[in-house]
């Protein structure tokens, strides 16, 4: 039986401590991005004591007034909410290391304790106006990127639930172009649509093929697809490449990565290149400010909840209710879920 090197390892003789703290979060099964953003920050923490502090060579000689002038020079750069979430990783990583018996002590407990910033759970993100939208769409004129926008904001599916995608999830009539595929059962009888799994999880293997990203709905869930989803994914599938993988993923890179499945790091990537275009996205801003993917969720859950009246087909489409009430919208998808989809869904398209 192969074993942990770390195990026989003492704890204080760490020599990377970020990277056995990662790490140790990638075993816990923490997502690539959340990762990215710890690995960001604790570098950048790092670099700041070492270039401010002479007596600072390592991690673990950082003391609580070291933490309070890092915690200091963000203000004015960033939005209080997300200071706190740089504070957050920080604090995190010295009480994990302190636990687990790496670090002596964790200099960020105090620091969190006094600091005024504090995590907005639900905050004020900028106002876009379906007009608005309509031209941020119009703007976009590659067929996969336009797709991509297009789909996240007629479903209201999350990246990774996009990118997890596969060809048999699409239920499509497509005569304008030569591309066959045989939808899964569980669009029997429900053309137009788009099954999003809540199965797929980071690191299993699904269709044959292992994922990188985890679909995060408690249910099943079955998305009509209008005239306007059905366009932009007819002009994307009549340039589509060949699939690398068995799996048939509907999003595909067309780039370095040529006919592999689409990361969710690149459906960012591209929504953030589009957005900064357009006055949306500033390097530091906050949920407040920047468009991202997941803004588009937020538009979709905002207009089509004012335009239905009816909050529970909204929570039935985000993929996020109890099984009792999710029951209720899946037996009845064809009368109450789609003819309402259909008659309230807004236009992204001038």
């Given amino acids: ?47 700041f004591v070492r270039n401010r502090f002479d007596e600072v060579e390592r991690l673990r000689d950082a003391d609580r ?3 309070m002038a890092w915690v200091h020079s ?31 002590e964790n200099p960020m ?11 907005d759970t639900d905050p004020t993100r ?38 997890n995608l596969d060809l048999q999830d699409l239920h499509l009539e497509t005569p304008e172009i030569d591309l066959e595929w045989e939808p899964r059962v569980h ?3 429900r053309p137009g649509s788009i099954f999003v799994s809540a199965d797929p999880t980071r690191g299993q293997s699904v269709n044959g093929e292992v994922r990188t990203a985890s679909n995060k709905r408690k249910r099943d869930t079955v998305i009509p697809v209008d005239d306007e ?41 591209i929504v953030k290149n589009h957005a ?19 803004y588009f969720r937020h538009f979709f859950t905002t207009h089509l909840r004012d335009r239905t009246g009816d909050r529970g087909i909204v929570q039935y489409l985000r993929g996020d209710v109890a099984s009792d009430v999710i029951d209720t919208y899946t037996h009845n998808w064809g009368d109450r879920v789609r003819d309402t989809y259909l008659e309230c869904i807004y236009s992204v398209t001038e």
């Avoid at 604090?91 to 302190?98: A, L, P, S, T, V």
């Avoid at 007009?131 to 789909?151: G, K, N, Y």
């Avoid at 599916?157 to 990118?163: D, F, K, P, S, Y």
């Fill in 1 to 47: 039986m192969a074993t942990d090197p770390r195990a026989t390892e003492a704890p204080k003789d760490v020599s990377d401590p970020i990277e056995y703290f990662l790490d140790d979060q990638r075993y816990h099964g923490k997502s690539e991005r959340t990762l990215e953003a710890y690995d960001r920050v604790l570098h950048e923490f790092k670099a």
């Fill in 65 to 67: 007034r070291e933490c």
């Fill in 74 to 104: 963000l203000r004015g750069e960033f939005e209080q909410s997300t200071i706190a979430t740089y504070a957050s990783y920080l604090n995190r990583f010295y009480d994990y290391m302190n636990r687990v018996g790496v670090f002596e």
């Fill in 109 to 119: 407990a105090l620091v969190m304790e006094e600091m005024s910033e504090s995590i």
């Fill in 126 to 163: 900028r106002d876009v106006s379906v007009s608005e939208m309509q031209a941020f769409v119009d703007s976009i004129t590659h067929p996969l990127e336009r797709a991509i926008v297009v789909t996240l904001l007629k479903t209201g599916i999350r990246v990774g639930e996009l990118c």
């Fill in 187 to 189: 669009l029997d009888r």
């Fill in 229 to 269: 989803l059905r366009w932009a994914l007819v002009e994307w599938l009549a340039l589509r490449p060949d699939a690398v993988s068995p799996a048939r993923p509907l999003f595909l890179d067309t780039g370095e990565s040529w006919g592999q499945r689409l990361e969710p790091s690149d459906v960012r990537y």
């Fill in 276 to 294: 900064r275009e357009r006055g949306w996205y500033r390097t530091g801003g906050g949920t407040t400010e920047n468009v991202t993917p997941h």
